[in-house]
């Protein structure tokens, strides 16, 4: 008997499906609250309306994949040290949910941009650096799937995931830098004391907390797909070896 | 009539086509990601499946 019921990466949460599960509730319900604090308990912006709610999705988005792609850097750099597979597994689905995070990002920016500064799109700091990160990032998921061989690919998008960190920094910084139309940070070393309503802030406190479970429930989701890919080359190998 | 254009321009309500499309934008992103993971992991289960069956079938595994 060919020895393939062994189909759990050590990174997978396969074996604890409850987990999984557990996590998806948590998540959707957290979901759900933070919408009736979005649409009925925050207050509307005296100046900017109710496309101002789309802030509530739009930072903690925003944050998440800086978050996340801090943890490609991390995990990269331990792959490249410690060569553990989990490792490159962990920064593979992380950059992969940085990439929707950081798409996001930019999609809500521009619908939020159309009424506030009558413009879908402009080349301010901001906005560029983040188009400019989300290239890196997109960069990162095709020098993996173009790479010869997936040990290689791996060793190749680890570098591209350390060395594209030094963009994130840059995003933060890009509105305290260089003059732009973009308001400052609202969380962070340069974010104002008073950039906030109290109740506007721990709305997205909240909001942020939701969109952490709901990174760490992608990034589960993503693992498991790749654990299922790497049992399924190892079932074709075994087949190929025997000229099936 | 040009100062109640600018102010009605302001109103509230006056940009909620937005909020609908970033919040509808935002859903249809994040649940089409968790749509296609799961049904591209649903897909390979089912080709494990079947490549585990040949195998079984296997008249040369030892």
């Keep these: 008997m060919a020895n393939t019921q062994n189909l759990e990466l050590p990174g997978s949460l396969g074996r604890f499906p409850s987990v999984k599960t557990s996590l998806a509730i948590i998540t959707g319900v957290m979901m759900l609250v933070d919408l009736y604090l979005i649409f009925m308990v925050a207050p509307t912006d005296s100046v900017l309306g109710h496309v101002q709610r789309v802030f509530y999705f739009h930072v903690p988005i925003a944050i998440m994949s800086f978050l996340a792609f801090f943890a490609v850097f991390i995990f990269s750099l331990m792959y490249l040290v410690k060569r553990t597979p989990r490792w490159d597994a962990i920064a593979h689905a992380s950059a992969e949910v940085g990439v929707v995070f950081v798409t996001l990002a930019l999609l809500t920016g521009i619908i939020w941009a159309r009424p506030v500064w009558n413009t879908w799109w402009t080349w301010e700091p901001r906005l560029t650096t983040t188009m400019i990160l989300w290239l ?18 791996a060793i190749y998008a680890a570098v ?85 | 009539m040009l100062d109640f254009i600018l102010l009605s321009s302001h109103l509230p309500s006056s940009n909620l086509p937005y909020l609908f499309a970033a919040f509808a934008v935002s859903w249809v992103v994040l649940f089409g990601y968790l749509f296609y993971v799961n049904r591209h992991q649903h897909e390979m289960k089912k080709e494990i499946a079947r490549l585990q069956r040949v195998l079984d079938d296997d008249p040369s595994e030892e």
């Design chain 1, 136 to 153: 890196i990032y997109v960069a990162y998921l095709m020098v993996r799937s173009y790479a010869p061989t997936q040990s290689k690919g």
């Design chain 1, 160 to 244: 591209v995931g350390i060395v594209g960190f030094i963009d994130v920094p840059i995003v933060y910084y890009s509105v305290v830098w260089w003059r732009s139309i973009h308001p400052s940070p609202v969380v962070g070393p340069f974010a104002q004391s008073d950039a906030l309503d109290g109740t506007m802030y721990l709305i997205l406190l909240y909001s942020f907390i939701t969109f952490i479970f709901f990174f760490v429930y992608m990034v589960t989701e993503r693992m498991e797909l790749r654990s299922t890919e790497e049992a399924l080359g190892r079932i074709r190998f075994t087949l190929r070896r025997r000229g099936r």
